[in-house]
């Protein structure tokens, strides 16, 4: 009977860690069954990702869009469950944390079929995260975990997931920064974006730091304190924007808001960046491989070894903290080095692995 493994993208950080294990897939001969559950639908958060990172066209689309947790989270696995239904899968592969991974998870448990977790392992602790929640159900439901780093195999253990399934494999999203490393133009992104000079890049989405008017002041507060020493530009997600703009993101003369920008374009202009102040995940990853300071606008980390290899530090939402975090931090950056099998072959790895395992889904 013919294998069909279904991978599940939905939103922006899924895509560059599903592109280098779908490409080794297709380079063995062994191309997914690519779906997209439509989480993110605007082009500059999903379409330009494929394009620019040669993720093959999704095989299907299944244009869920946004909602409540619960809402979005629903009709995900109503969506998932008829896809799953008509296309037999013999095993599902989800990636990171997001809500379509908790619902593709969910439905592909409750059918009984094979399921795989891309970046298992991983705990912030915190469960006022909805991702914290969506790793940790994932996770228990899951076959198959590989993982990026060694604590996050600890983590499994210590949680009962048998050791023959968990398999530490490095960093795919590690692997999309290696590949295009060579066409980052950080001198093009300041160009574009007309910046002269140092800069630093920041970031922000978290429910927790732009859902809660206080929280948001503070950290507005905080990257204003930071511009009077450096410019800031910040790629603004959708989510927040509303609430940002009134804590005054925008008034401040040394804080330069753009819309959110393609991979290549991100990453370049993070590569020429002194500094980073960011809550997203991915980004504590990325400057440890760009070697670049990253301050993480959070109290906790599901990616403590950016902390302890890496050139990220946990700041909290404090603005004085920010501000002189950032002080020290310009005057003295700190050095990091690679965490291991962050070497960019990820996605190969993984992709054995799942070949191997066939014999175990039948
Ligand atoms: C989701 C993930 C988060 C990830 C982030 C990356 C969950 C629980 N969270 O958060 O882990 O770091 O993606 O971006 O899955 N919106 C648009 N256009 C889009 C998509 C969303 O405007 O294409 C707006 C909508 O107003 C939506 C809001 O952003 O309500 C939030 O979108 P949603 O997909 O629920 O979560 P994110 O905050 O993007």
Redesign the pocket.
Known sequence: MEFTEIHIV????NFMKAAPVVQALNDRGAPPLLVHSG????R???EVFFEQLHLPEPDLNLGV???T?AA?TAALMVAFEKTFVEHGPSRVVVY??????LAAAVVAAKMDIPLAHVEAGLRSFDRTM??EV?RIVTDVLSDLHFVTSPEAVDQLTKEGIPGAGVHFVGNPMIDTLVRFHSLLDPDAAKRTLDIAGDYAVATL???SNVDDPGVAASIVDGLGRVAKSIPIVIAL????REVLEQAGLSENPGIHVVEPLGYLEFMSLMSGARLILTD???IQEETTILGIPCLTLRHNTERPITVTMGTNQLVGTDAAVIAETAENVLAQPPTGSTPPLWDGKAGQRIAEILLEDREACS
């Open positions: 939905g939103a922006r950080p989480q993110h639908y605007d500059a958060l999903s869009g946004s909602g947790h979005q990171g944390d997001i809500n379509s991974t909805p991702e969506n989405h978290r429910p997600h959708p989510r927040g997203s995940g991915g």
